[in-house]
């Protein structure tokens, strides 16, 4: 063994210089713990059965199975956490493939603006397209080393350091690219479409 998950990761945790002067977003308060935050229960899923969805506007929609999205090239990356509730963690390590290693195999039709994450708890959020093609956008299936927890959001989750945390599906199960916005489950009822920490984006 060669250094944990931590040590090889790349550092994405100055990406708030891009939107603040703070690492910490106003109105956050840090914390140690990785609390779990979710509309409902955990659901539960199936490895051999479980599928990873992509379609919409593609030239090509795709179905992994988990086996087939965990051989994906994958990043290990160290990045911020923040939740719109109010609590931030600092320095979590996501192993997962990049947006756009999923875009470029589906081919996206030229007129994709928009993004819809599905989720297995029925869950949905939506980014535009742009959002999705920032650095530290990933569906992660790994975790501090390790696979990530069900709690978390395991087999599979989407992360967005750049934007508060409802805007990661946990249990994913697929992305739609879309012509136009769509809002996704918490959009729809009152939370900032645009979720910027920096900027407090909390309810729309
Ligand atoms: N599928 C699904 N994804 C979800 C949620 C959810 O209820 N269902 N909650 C969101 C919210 S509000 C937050 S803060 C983060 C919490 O992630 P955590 O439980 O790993 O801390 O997941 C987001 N993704
Ligand atoms: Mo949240």
């Not at 990761?9 to 840090?30: I, K, N, S, V, W």
């Not at 506007?57 to 086996?67: H, I, T, W, Y």
């Amino acid at each position: 063994m060669t250094g944990t998950a931590a040590d090889d990761a790349t550092d994405l945790t100055g990406l708030y210089r891009e939107y603040g002067d703070d690492r910490l977003p106003p109105g956050q308060r840090e914390t140690d713990r990785f609390p779990v935050l979710s509309k409902g229960e955990t659901p539960p899923w199936d490895a051999e059965s479980f599928a990873f969805e992509v379609w919409g506007a593609v030239d090509e929609p795709r179905s992994f199975s988990l086996a087939e999205f965990r051989d994906l090239p994958a990043v290990t990356q160290r990045q911020d956490f923040h939740c719109v509730t109010g609590w931030s963690k600092f320095d979590c390590t996501f192993t997962g493939v990049e947006f756009a290693e999923i875009a470029e195999r589906a081919g996206l039709n030229d007129d994709v603006e928009h993004v819809m994450f599905h989720a297995l708890d029925g869950y949905t959020t939506n980014l535009s397209l742009d959002e999705c093609t920032e650095p530290g956008v990933l569906f992660a299936h790994g975790y501090d080393g390790g696979d990530l927890p069900a709690d978390h959001g395991g087999p599979i989750r989407v992360v967005t350091p750049h934007k508060y945390a409802y805007k990661g599906a946990k249990w994913v199960t697929g992305v739609e690219f879309l012509t136009e916005k769509a809002l996704g489950y918490w959009e729809k009822r009152g939370y900032s479409d645009t979720a910027n920490p920096w900027n407090e984006e909390r309810y729309g």
